[in-house]
């Protein structure tokens, strides 16, 4: 019975799972915390890393491991393979000016946004590696000038928990991570070292880019190290989607991904042309406002997540009329970093917890929706809706998302399926074969309920209200 060993690196905790490489079956499990913030010491992850490995028993009996991330941040080094200067996270907006004005140095407005989507299959927002690296050009010249390589925070973590650590010419990475940088194309498989250094000013060392079962290095026992991932590919692993598939992802962030077997390529910006991690593609619209809009509902009513709940249930669909826009944190489709959420339809008749607690949900789910309609304007095929992540425990989003998405949808039991994805990689590189190995992981119950169109009609006229007042 060969082990595997996957990790999640998250924006909050990191995740080691360690599971049966042929079945799947999880035989042992870790978990210790990161530090809050939008921008973080690398070394913190690093002993996250070693306190969850711990954790979960050690790496020292595994065939093979892999690491997937959080995407698109930025981990610099120096020559000596010394981290510069703390990591900028996917989620610090602080680059909203750099990613505007790449997309103005090519032309602007849709011409500007068509360029970037044609040459790497998305355009760029505050979110992206290019941006950060543009912000700190301008902003931290001296830093800058000490930038030998550049990496996302899978690859910096892969590079670590290998034998090849502090050879820079060892960090490795996977397409669909590196299709989150603004530098490499989806459609061509190429870095464009043009673009980097038009953003940097010059373009220093990047990892190499492996396919799906490629060795990225050795652990001190010698068992491989998969290529790893972004977490959002890794999600797709964990829950075996394939194409027909669409996963709405609740976590920090909402993201609404679909299986495609060509690479999407959307100048509105709305849809991130992304690879996946099986050679495949991964088109995603992504949110920066998901289950923390339910834990903000939550705070400001003063009770919990599960009472949350039973009070939007406790009120009807449409909330009567009460609409909240979910821009808490900024958003990133639309692009609107500056953002703050607004509150609508507010009367004597809807200022009530219940009804408060109902279009928090609903606005969360109308949010992504409106990514699931992009996806479909992408060439999306929707025959199954996956609901996973933090925000799909609480009930009342199983049987409200329904109503919202005009379709049942399916949730899986809870699980960690991003260390789970990185799971599955790391036995598909310890086994081989064409494709991943089939595991069945846990079975997904069905949610149905009757469209109510209503909902997203009035979402729609307050989210273009909120638009044009940021606009304007």
């Not at 090519?106 to 760029?124: I, K």
């Not at 830093?143 to 650590?165: E, K, N, S």
């Not at 953003?199 to 880019?209: E, K, S, Y």
């Not at 039991?413 to 590189?429: K, S």
Request: glycine share 12%; hydrophobic share 45%.
């Amino acid at each position: 019975m060969p082990l595997v060993a996957g990790v999640d690196s998250s924006t909050q905790s990191c995740k080691v799972v360690i599971r049966d490489a042929e079945t799947g079956e999880l035989v042992r499990q870790g978990r210790a915390a990161h530090p809050d913030g939008t921008e973080v010491d690398p070394a913190a992850w690093e002993a996250a890393l070693a306190q969850a490995v711990d954790q979960a028993g050690g790496l020292d009996d595994v065939a093979a491991a892999a690491v997937a991330g959080q995407q698109h941040g930025m981990v610099c080094l120096d020559e000596a393979g010394a981290v510069v200067r703390p990591a900028l996270l996917w989620n610090d907006t602080r680059s909203a000016g750099a990613a505007a004005d790449l997309v103005t140095e090519f032309g602007g407005g849709e011409t500007g946004r068509r360029y970037w989507a044609e040459a790497v299959g998305s355009v760029p927002v505050a979110s992206f590696t290019v941006t950060k690296l543009r912000w700190l050009a301008r902003h931290e010249p001296a830093a800058a000038a000490r930038v030998a390589a550049v990496c996302l925070p899978h690859d910096w973590l892969t590079w670590r928990l290998g034998t090849g650590r502090g050879d820079l010419a060892a960090l490795r990475t996977d397409r669909g991570d590196a299709s989150g940088t603004g530098y490499w194309s989806t459609a061509t498989g190429d870095y464009r070292p043009d673009l980097l250094e038009h953003a940097f000013g010059r373009a220093p060392q990047v990892p190499t880019v492996l396919g799906p079962t490629g060795i990225a290095g050795r652990l001190p026992s010698g068992a491989p190290l998969g290529p790893g991932t972004g977490d959002n590919a890794a999600a797709a692993l964990g829950v075996s989607a394939g194409p027909g598939d669409v996963i709405v992802s609740l976590g920090t962030s909402g993201v609404v991904s679909s299986v495609a077997e060509v690479p999407a390529a959307d100048p509105s910006g709305a849809v991130a042309g992304f690879a996946d991690a099986t050679g495949r593609f991964l088109p995603l619209v992504c949110t920066l406002n998901a289950a923390r809009v339910l834990d903000a509902a939550a705070a400001m009513l003063r009770v919990g997540l599960d009472e949350l709940a039973e009070l939007a249930l406790a009120a009807p669909a449409g909330a009567d009329g009460l609409v909240l826009v979910p821009y808490l944190e900024g958003e990133r489709t639309p692009d609107r970093p500056l953002a703050t959420g607004s509150l609508h339809g507010l009367t004597g008749r809807t200022a009530t917890a219940e009804h408060l607690a109902r279009a928090a949900v609903e606005g969360m789910l109308c949010a992504l929706a409106d990514g699931l309609d992009a996806l479909v304007g992408q060439g999306a095929r929707v025959e199954r809706v996956l609901l996973v992540g933090g925000g799909a425990r609480s009930a009342a989003v199983r049987r409200i998302a329904p109503e919202v998405f005009g379709c049942p949808v399916a949730v899986p039991e809870p699980g960690e399926y991003v260390a789970d994805g990185a799971a599955r990689q790391a036995a598909w590189v310890a086994l081989g074969g064409a494709e991943p190995p089939a595991w069945t992981l846990a079975a997904a119950r069905e949610y149905a309920a009757d469209p109510v169109p209503a909902i997203r009609e009035r979402y729609a006229q307050a989210r273009d209200l909120t638009v044009e007042r940021l606009a304007g």
